[in-house]
């Protein structure tokens, strides 16, 4: 069995920054494509970023410049650095994770993941 665990959500005021992780366990090649989706109260999950297992990592352009995700050298933890976090950014956040190749580009929707996490929520006040 694979299972996705977040942490690392909260309140935060705009401009602050937080950091979630999310620790992987399964077999590895569940982890080929390793992605943050985030969703807001009332709209459709949405791609953050993602990170192949080898690869260059792809972010949504609204949070270009200010996430980075990266992952651990084992591929056991998945984390989204998150800085100058503005209001529009408040959502539940989730890891996702899939095993096999997926040619399409991104933003990938979120039914190409099989492996999700319970989500962490993020909330960023003026």
């Known amino acids: 069995q694979v299972h996705l665990v977040e942490s690392g959500g909260g309140s935060v005021q705009a401009g602050g920054s937080l950091r979630l992780s999310c620790v992987i366990s399964?077999?590895?090649?569940?982890?080929?494509?390793m992605a943050w989706f985030r969703q807001a109260p009332g709209k459709e999950r949405e791609g953050v970023a993602f990170i192949p297992h080898l690869g260059v990592a792809t972010y949504a352009d609204s949070v270009k410049g200010r996430f980075t995700i990266s992952k651990d050298n084992a591929g056991n933890t998945l984390y989204l650095q998150m800085n100058n976090l503005k209001p529009e950014d408040t959502a539940t956040y989730y890891c996702?994770?899939?095993?096999?190749?997926?040619?399409?580009?991104?933003?990938?929707?979120?039914?190409?993941?099989?492996?999700w996490g319970q989500g962490t929520k993020v909330t960023v006040y003026s």
């Open positions: 996702a994770a899939r095993a096999a190749f997926y040619s399409g580009s991104w933003p990938h929707p979120p039914s190409v993941y099989t492996y």
């Open positions: 399964g077999y590895t090649e569940s982890r080929r494509y």
